[in-house]
């Protein structure tokens, strides 16, 4: 232990005595620390954001989507699954892309035509105002209800009931305010199914959703509107239908596949830096041989001066490490500032990188201890 902790202090004193060469041998290794928390977190963070959104519907909620253009299904096709005993509301919507404009303001949306029964459905809840009433389908009314993310790029308020705004060349009034949730939903405008329709010129829906009577006849309301759909579109191949489950465990899927792939990526920069340190390590040792040579003549043994030197390249790999890990919880913090996200380090990530950077001062730093060790007192009082 003793002769672990002068070989420590020694590999300190060495670390602090050259400070901008080692702050820029641990440069790599910072930078890799960094990249591969950050882009883990933000992936992890991104993935959990909409995992609740998707939960937040519900594990009774089934989605329906037509995928064959030639394919043509109005409501009434749709809401003929309320026959089935299994199946406890139908909701069908046609989502159109647009521009909403106040005044000089404006902004993208994708605006969603809904029945009265949608927003219960899907699980939306309100702030203020209504939602979106059955007299608003009949009238096609050019009626609105708004996510708190449009409300404050449009208007800069919440404020909003009452307010108009334009959009598709018609002008809305805002009738009701969305419940922040933190997800998509923020994002979105709801407008009566038959005012969509008209503004894009078409009664054909292509999405639905399809609330099961309970969880425990998820899968038998899957297999009623299957068999529903078969009659309507005679292919099975002419639509999809998913439930909550099925979805969460794909997305889970892809996203693992996306962490593994950018901490992957960001590793490689993990890997330059440990070359960095072999390279200074080799410089160390051409330096420092009289102080090598001096130490074996005095007794040190060979392992001795590798662990000397083994401890330094790990200090170097580590701190490095430890500095990234601070970088990255302020990166992080800044991130989410700028984006309005909330976004949390991913510990394990963390945890995984840090052991890294030990595995990598061990390695890249294993070879120039090996051949500081190998000298003879001889030899290195002569070279220097």
């Known amino acids: 232990m003793t002769m672990f902790l002068n070989s420590l202090r020694l590999a300190i004193r060495s670390t602090l005595a050259n400070k901008m060469r080692s702050f820029l041998t641990m440069l790599g290794i910072i930078i890799g620390v960094m990249s ?3 882009l883990v977190s933000i992936a992890q963070s991104t993935t959990s954001s909409i995992t609740s959104a998707i939960a937040s519907m519900g594990s009774d909620l089934l989605t329906i989507s037509v995928t064959d253009e030639d394919v043509n299904l109005d409501v009434d096709d749709f809401m003929g699954l309320k026959q089935y005993d299994a199946i406890a509301g139908v909701a069908p919507y046609l989502t159109v892309s647009s521009t909403a404009r106040s005044g000089s303001t404006y902004t993208s949306v994708s605006a969603i035509g809904i029945t009265e029964e949608y927003m219960g459905i899907a699980g939306v809840k309100m702030e203020a105002g209504r939602e979106i009433v059955a007299s608003d389908l009949d009238w096609r009314t050019y009626t609105a209800v708004v996510g708190t993310d449009i409300a404050g790029k449009l208007f800069e308020s919440y404020d909003v009931i009452g307010k108009t705004f334009t959009m598709s060349g018609h002008t809305f009034t805002i009738v009701g305010l969305l419940a922040e949730t933190g997800s998509d939903t923020d994002s979105q405008v709801l407008i009566p199914l038959t005012t969509a329709q008209r503004i894009a010129d078409s009664t054909a829906i292509t999405t639905a959703y399809v609330k099961a009577s309970s969880t425990n006849t998820v899968d038998i309301a899957q297999a009623q509107t299957e068999y529903h759909m078969l009659q309507l579109t005679r292919s099975e191949d002419s639509y999809t239908v998913y439930n909550m489950s099925e979805i969460l465990d ?35 040792v051409a330096e420092r041989t009289r102080e090598i040579g001096i130490r074996k003549a005095i007794g040190a043994r060979r392992s001795h001066i590798m662990m000397q030197f083994l401890i330094e390249a790990c200090v170097l790999s580590i701190l490095g490490g430890l500095i990234g890990l601070g970088l990255s919880a302020l990166g992080l913090r800044i991130f989410a500032m700028i984006a309005d996200m909330t976004i949390a380090i991913e510990w394990r990530a963390a945890v995984v990188a840090l052991l890294f950077c030990v595995v990598i001062g061990v390695a890249f730093g294993s070879y120039p201890a090996a051949k500081a060790s190998k000298m003879t007192p001889i030899e290195a009082l002569q070279r220097n």
């Open 250 to 284: 794909t997305l889970d899927d892809v996203m693992s596949t996306l962490s593994l792939m950018l901490g992957g990526i960001a590793a490689i920069s993990l890997l330059v830096g440990g070359i960095g340190i072999m390279n200074i390590m080799l410089v160390s």
């Open 36 to 38: 591969v928390i950050i």
